[in-house]
Each structure stands twice: as structure tokens, then as C-alpha cells.
């Protein structure tokens, strides 16, 4: 997860025109005016310390459902593009997979534009980038 948080917040620039809030593992302060991207682990196969293949759930939350899209057709290009490449927070990225999305969904409570998508991650330990 904190893999994920680095790549969109040091490692995408393309994100930048779009004044994000917030890139985090929670809605802690999040209102439907604040444009937001939210992270979490959501499960995976473990076989620690030899291999993990976590499934990552990312929530993009916008003021409209546009700008929404946008927002998150650049997130996943950019987890995909650092698949191969990608070393941090004690991990190195081997392979990216969709398993469910990009879909758009509504927040019943708050009418806020939402897209989510689930990727599985396919990592291996690095111990020389721990933070």
C-alpha cells in the first residue's frame, strides 16, 4: 500500500494539473468537495518473505464525475508503468493486473463522483530500500 502511495505522490507527475487533496490509506478529512485518492489492501496471497501478491483497491474521489475519469486513467497508467521498475518501502514491484475496473460508482450518501479499481500486485522483498 505505501508502495502505491509513493508511485502516485513522487513518481506521477501527470497528477499535478488536478490540485489532489489527498493521496491516502483513509477518508479522514475527506468532504465531497476535496478531490482524493484513497488506497487499501484489500487481501492477498501471502508467501512471505518469497513472493506477495496483494490485491489493491484505489477509490478516486472529484468534484465531478470527468475529472474523476481523468484522475483515474492516470493512476493506473502509472502503477502499471512502474511495474518492472518500481523499488520502495522495502518492495520491488514485479507485475501489475486488473482485476476489476476502472468503474464508476456514486457514493449513495454523499452524491460524490467515485471511480475504483482493484489491481493485483505481484512483489518481492527489498530490504536495501526500506524506508
Given at each position: 500500500m505505501a508502495g502505491v502511495i509513493d508511485i502516485l505522490t513522487n513518481q506521477t507527475p501527470e497528477l499535478a494539473p488536478y490540485s489532489i487533496d489527498n493521496i491516502s490509506g483513509d477518508l479522514t478529512g475527506w468532504d465531497k468537495t476535496k478531490t482524493w485518492i484513497q488506497v487499501s489492501r484489500e487481501g492477498g496471497l501471502r508467501v512471505w518473505p518469497k513472493i506477495s501478491k496483494?490485491?489493491?483497491?484505489?477509490?478516486?474521489?472529484?468534484?465531478?464525475?470527468?475529472?474523476?475519469?481523468?484522475?483515474?486513467?492516470?493512476?493506473?497508467?502509472?502503477?502499471?508503468?512502474?511495474?518492472?521498475?518500481?523499488?520502495?518501502?522495502?518492495?520491488?514491484?514485479?507485475?501489475?493486473?486488473?482485476?476489476?475496473?476502472?468503474?464508476?460508482?456514486?457514493?449513495?450518501?454523499?452524491?460524490?463522483?467515485?471511480?475504483?479499481?482493484?489491481?493485483?500486485?505481484?512483489?518481492?522483498?527489498?530490504?536495501?530500500?526500506?524506508?
Amino acid at each position: 500500500m505505501a508502495g502505491v502511495i509513493d508511485i502516485l505522490t513522487n513518481q506521477t507527475p501527470e497528477l499535478a494539473p488536478y490540485s489532489i487533496d489527498n493521496i491516502s490509506g483513509d477518508l479522514t478529512g475527506w468532504d465531497k468537495t476535496k478531490t482524493w485518492i484513497q488506497v487499501s489492501r484489500e487481501g492477498g496471497l501471502r508467501v512471505w518473505p518469497k513472493i506477495s501478491k496483494p490485491r489493491i483497491d484505489i477509490d478516486v474521489y472529484a468534484p465531478t464525475s470527468n475529472e474523476c475519469a481523468d484522475i483515474m486513467d492516470i493512476v493506473e497508467a502509472s502503477i502499471f508503468r512502474a511495474q518492472y521498475q518500481y523499488r520502495g518501502w522495502g518492495i520491488r514491484l514485479h507485475r501489475v493486473i486488473e482485476e476489476v475496473g476502472p468503474v464508476e460508482a456514486y457514493d449513495k450518501h454523499e452524491e460524490s463522483p467515485r471511480y475504483f479499481c482493484s489491481l493485483r500486485l505481484t512483489t518481492t522483498p527489498d530490504f536495501e530500500s526500506m524506508p
